[in-house]
């Protein structure tokens, strides 16, 4: 089970770049895209799912170009789409059937899958009501719920976590886990703590460029020695913000507790913490950027 | 004040929103090219407006005479499908929901939108102006341009109809029956038979002469006004009109006509039908649901009829009538690790079976228990009624009754914004395409059975299998045409027309469905059967280049 991602471009109309030159290979496991809003994790995650073509390069799933015959992933492939609608007069499970035929799955097996999907989605109290009448959680667990009945290889899920309550969110996310092993998971996501609950590798995008690409720990070493916490007044904060790169900040009664990505410490009293995705991910994407906090910023 | 800037903004927001796509330049290229086509040279076939195989010389004052007919009696039909969007744009991108949190009254809204509308609908009249002043210099018979005789006519017109056509645009959208594909047939037949009543009641009928009113085309004062002209110069002449018609060579003589006489009272009467039209939009701000989601949810209810009853039987089997309720309240369970059991089978190739019975359900969901009923009783009553009635009156309604389940075929995906999710999955032009096509022409050959088994019964085979190219053809145009155009004004609008000229009317060169003798003989429906292939054909590549973007 192999996925080559291979110097894949994408231009739009207008001479707009979704991707440029971007290039990875992916194994089974769980890749967490993270990025900021517009940096090409959309776009390729249409282009996995064989919704566009893209204007340069290849994509290969087991060595077949996905462009030149999209059938064969289209069997394995599950996709969740970031934006996406419903047939506002079906229940969850016909909508479900419904995607089960056009998936190939046999009538029988299709029932148990979509039984047990609305078990694990916890929809299945609500299965008879018309997904027109569904609530924004609800319709986004339908879309999870269809990107699962063929059991797929090939995982493709956009902002999935997108609209459900805190408790959906960790049963998503523990549901990935379940799923990760013998097939590829593709999450894309600009919640940084989704990433690291469930990813076994991180790619970090932005402007359609691969700006990193590694497991999460390796991303986290990148940092070490690069994250202070800082104890100031509040009266400084707007100045600290100017000249750091600030990852978080919180009032306390004794200042404004600021954590501060930086390479050297911004202040002798600045105290060494641990680095977070959270952290890392603003490193990499302000490194790109190249506005990166004031004179000790990376 | 504050109202008139508020309404300013939201015609403005919304004329740039609509002005702004390409479609729109589609639009004002057909116009163009409309336009070009108003004003044939000789030996072109055909003639645009004449009095008794009499036309004007191509001077300002016929030419824009042309155009003011054309501009009052075909754009707005036209206009009317174009614009009918405004609102449901603003419901589809949930603008609407924003501005129904704002101060705006739901008389300023609709209002914006009739203004909008209007404005678009009057740019289009702008553009063919100025085809008009274009197409006196290309035909070149009379090259003096007279600004008033040119322009007074298409405005005077055609604005007041343009004005009832985008006012009526706002209220079909307010009001929830008539918001969809209903509506589109609703409103055909509407201008239609307005049509019929203002050209049947406009000439007397031993003379053939027009009795001048003030009719919301403005055409009898126009023609009154012609008849009079061609009488003065031969008083024999006969009175008999038509606006498009097919000529031979040196048929048609020519006349110099001097344009109408337009009177203070009369611009008032045009002007009268403008006034008027605001009070459509303003009546519509009464079933106008403010983009309220709870009255759209509980139509949806009542719309789900069969969903509804499944429900029931179902929460009878589980006896457990209160949990199909809880749903949204139950108490939250913590969460706890998930588990999904790998798939023992694997999908499988060639289910094209199940896929075809999968759009035939989606095909069917959602309808009213009326409609139902109402298949039911055309199969019987075309079993059970005599066969010249059949003929008569249910075949034209067989031809008619699947148009609701037509309409949505090629724009589903786009309309519930599926498509990602469905052209994702295995086969989405070799099977899934087909499988809604072919769904579609099952569903057809089901509700025209009686009809069917009547014509095998009385032995007319050929009529026959001339009935089942037509069930192949109406849903592959459907298909062609949503795929392409992506909403389903296009095919109702072409699909109309087809069946009011072939079906309603029995114009052989239009009988897709093999209804009249005449077409059978002159082999017509084995042309739509070259057409259904062809739409096919279209429907599959629109249907790639959508895979390809």
């Not at chain 2, 390409?22 to 055909?46: D, K, M, N, Q, R």
Request: with cysteine; net charge positive; aromatic share 8%.
């Amino acid at each position: 089970m192999r996925l080559v991602i291979d110097a894949v471009s994408k231009l739009y109309r207008g001479r707009v770049w979704g991707l440029r030159d971007f290039s990875l290979e992916l194994e089974p496991g769980v890749l967490a895209l993270v990025g900021p809003n517009g940096a090409g994790k959309s776009t390729l995650m249409r282009i996995l799912a064989t919704i566009t073509k893209p204007t340069a390069g290849r994509v290969t799933w087991n060595g077949t170009d996905i462009s030149r015959s999209p059938d064969q992933l289209r069997a394995v492939l599950g996709y969740l789409p970031q934006d996406f609608g419903v047939y506002p007069n079906l229940n969850a499970v016909e909508f479900l059937q419904y995607m089960a035929a056009l998936k190939g799955l046999p009538g029988r097996a299709a029932r148990q899958r979509i039984e047990e999907l609305l078990h694990v989605v916890n929809l299945f109290e609500a299965r008879d009501r018309p997904l027109g009448g569904y609530s924004g959680g609800m319709k986004q667990r339908v879309g999870i719920a269809q990107a699962l009945l063929n059991d797929p290889q090939l995982l493709i899920v956009d902002e999935p976590t997108a609209g459900l309550d805190p408790e959906e969110r960790v049963r998503f996310r523990n549901l990935l886990s379940d799923l990760a092993g013998e097939r590829i998971v593709i999450l894309s996501t600009h919640i940084v703590s989704d990433a690291e609950a469930a990813a076994t590798e991180i790619a970090v995008i932005n402007g359609g460029q691969l700006l990193e690409h590694a497991e999460p720990e390796r991303l986290l070493q990148a940092l070490e020695g690069k994250v202070w916490q800082w104890v100031i007044p509040s009266t400084e904060l707007t100045a600290v913000k100017e000249r750091y790169l600030i990852s978080s900040s919180a009032r306390r009664s004794d200042g404004v507790h600021v954590r501060v990505v930086s390479e050297a410490p911004p202040a002798p009293n600045a105290q060494a913490v641990a680095p977070t995705l959270e952290d890392a991910y603003l490193y990499f994407i302000s490194s790109a950027n190249g506005s990166t906090g004031g004179e000790n910023g990376p | 004040m504050r109202t008139l800037h508020t309404l300013y903004h939201l015609t403005r927001a919304d004329f740039f929103e609509r002005f702004r796509r390409y479609s729109f330049l589609v639009v004002l290229a057909i116009t163009v090219g409309a336009g070009y086509l108003f004003v044939p040279p000789e030996g072109a076939g055909y003639l645009v407006l004449h009095v008794g195989l009499r036309r004007g010389i191509y001077n300002s004052a016929w030419i824009g005479l042309v155009f003011g007919f054309i501009a009052a009696m075909h754009l707005p039909l036209f206009g009317f499908y174009l614009v009918k969007n405004a609102l449901e744009r603003d419901r589809q991108t949930g603008v609407g929901q924003i501005i129904a949190t704002t101060p705006i009254s739901k008389p300023v809204y609709v209002v914006g939108k009739w203004l909008s509308n209007l404005a678009v609908l009057t740019l289009i009249l702008g553009v063919l102006t100025v085809m008009a002043v274009i197409m006196q210099l290309v035909r070149a018979e009379d090259l003096t341009i007279n600004p008033w005789a040119l322009v007074g006519p298409i405005w005077l017109m055609g604005l007041p109809a343009l004005a009832i056509a985008a006012a009526m645009a706002v209220l079909f959208e307010s009001v929830s029956f008539l918001r969809g594909s209903l509506g589109n047939v609703a409103f055909l037949f509407i201008w239609l038979s307005m049509m019929g009543r203002v050209l049947s009641g406009a000439f007397d009928e031993a003379t053939h002469l027009a009795q001048p009113t003030n009719d919301l085309l403005g055409f009898t004062r126009a023609m009154a006004d012609i008849q009079q002209q061609v009488l003065a110069l031969e008083p024999d002449a006969h009175m008999g009109s038509g606006l498009i018609v097919p000529v031979g060579d040196g048929e048609v003589s020519t006349f110099v006509w001097d344009g109408i006489g337009w009177s203070v009272g009369s611009v008032l009467g045009r002007a009268m039908w403008s006034g008027m039209a605001v009070v459509i939009p303003l009546a519509s701000a009464i079933p106008f649901d403010r983009f309220d989601p709870a009255r759209s949810r509980q139509r949806l209810k009542r719309e789900g009829l069969l969903t509804r009853l499944q429900k029931r039987m179902g929460a009878i089997r589980r006896r457990d009538v209160l949990r199909r309720q809880c749903a949204e309240t139950r108490v939250i369970q913590a969460a706890t690790a998930v588990h999904l059991t790998p798939l023992a089978l694997a999908p499988q190739r060639g289910q094209f079976l199940g896929v075809l019975v999968a759009e035939l359900k989606l095909m069917l969901r959602g309808h009213s228990l009326i409609w139902y009923a109402g298949t039911v009783g055309l199969i019987l009553a075309c079993l059970v009624i005599p066969l010249q009635y059949v003929k008569q009156y249910l075949l034209p309604m067989v031809w008619l009754w699947p148009v609701l389940i037509w309409s949505q075929l090629g724009i589903r995906e786009r309309r519930y914004n599926t498509g990602q999710m469905v052209f994702s999955a295995p086969h989405p032009v070799t099977r899934q395409l087909p499988a809604t096509w072919l769904a579609a022409v099952f569903f057809t050959v089901v509700a025209g059975s009686g009809a069917c088994v009547r014509l095998a019964l009385t032995g007319e085979i050929t009529g026959l299998l001339a009935w089942f190219v037509g069930a192949l053809f109406a849903p592959a145009l459907a298909l062609a045409l949503g795929v392409w155009v992506g909403n389903s004004r296009a095919f109702e609008i072409v699909y109309l027309l087809l069946w009011y000229l072939g079906v309603m009317n029995q114009v052989p060169a239009f009988d897709y469905a093999g209804v009249t003798p005449a077409g059978l003989a002159m082999n017509i429906p084995l042309v739509y059967l070259g057409l259904t292939a062809g739409m096919v054909v279209l429907a599959v590549i629109g249907r790639r280049r959508q895979l390809q973007m």
